[in-house]
């Protein structure tokens, strides 16, 4: 997944969920370490941890996002935005988001499957087999173990 993947997700999510459009920009950045994702006052924009889309992938990282997108939506309308505002605890509820920006894990993942096609990442806890199972784009995917 690229920036351009990860800005019509938040897109999508924000449209699904909040019914409201994302208008600023959703990016990866690779020196997120502490948490999963961050919602920046100044720009408006949602920035994703690159380490957290590689340990757990596409699911994770929407949650990730939706709970970003209750700082998001919430701070422009000049509400609560914060973790222990009222108005944060209601939307996180409403929109079944996680309450607190996901800390990364201490326990990762085994393995993680790459699309050689399309850079979906499928981590797993056990191996599987690259010859019998393929992306959902069809394409080949290549093991690799992570570092524990
Ligand atoms: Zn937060
Ligand atoms: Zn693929």
Redesign the pocket.
Known sequence: MDNNELQRLTENISLQHFNKPFLHEALFNNRLRATGG??ILQSHNIEISTKQYEAFGEAAITEIIK??LV?YHLHIEGKGYR?RDRDFKALAKEVGAPR??SPLPNRTYKYRYICKRCDTVYPRQRRMSTYRYRCKCGGRLKEEITQQ
Do not use: F, G, K, Q
Request: with cysteine; proline share 0%.
């Open positions: 961050r919602y709970h970003e700082h973790h607190y920006c």
